[in-house]
């Protein structure tokens, strides 16, 4: 009876320890993809089990900064909805419509998480993506090929949708100013905190083991 009782106790105590756990979701592009760990698993990925040395020394799902930072902090994987590629708005490279993959198409899906990262913006950047007018009203699909109102979307629609939750957006290092200076402006004007990543190691322009590790270590220390 008494060992019966303490066994009961051990997994109450640890049902309640994972419960209190918080549950964080990912709203990323190729830089925090891992083959397995994204949903839906169509979305294309940039690291996988078996990567090209050539390209990444990224081997292990464990060398994610997100792996990292959520082992190193005592949390728990909601939802990684990461999309290599992926543009916030709707200007793909060559101009080419990525309406599919853009961040405001996918930012629905993160399931019921109690923190969300979103790591963005860099190839809205690379792509050449023009950042349009500041707008915060009346935004149409039309409005969602220009940067600017394309952030603006995002973050107004997730702050209402995710209530309760606690939202950063990582600003990677390396980006163009006129983008660098829109995200601020407008996660500003939401109440989103922004976390600005500095001299990251890249290796293919993707962070390399030694970048993930030094993303997840500014990430801990700005939210501390």
Known sequence: MKKNLLL??????????????????????????????VTPDTNEMWYY??????????????QTWWHQLITRQGWKLCVNNSYSGSTIGYH??????????SFLTRM???????????????????????????????LSEANFWYFRPAMARMLEWMTNRYVGADIFFLLNDGLREDINESIKTICQHYGVKYIALQNIDKKSG???????????????????
């Open 8 to 37: 009961l106790a051990v997994v109450l105590i640890s049902t309640m320890a994972c419960a209190q756990k918080k549950a964080v979701s990912i709203l990323g592009d190729s830089y925090s993809t891992y083959e397995g760990y």
């Open 92 to 101: 793909g490279y060559s101009g080419n419509d990525y309406s599919k993959r």
């Open 108 to 138: 629905g899906n993160l399931g019921c998480p109690d923190i969300i990262f979103i790591f963005g913006a860099t190839n809205d950047s690379w792509a050449g993506e023009p950042v349009g007018e500041y707008q915060y009203e009346k």
């Open 206 to 224: 993707h962070p390399s083991v030694k970048g993930m590790k030094q993303i997840a270590d500014q990430i801990i220390a700005a939210m501390q």
């Open 49 to 62: 089990a078996k990567s090209d040395p050539k390209t990444t020394d990224v081997q292990d799902v464990k």
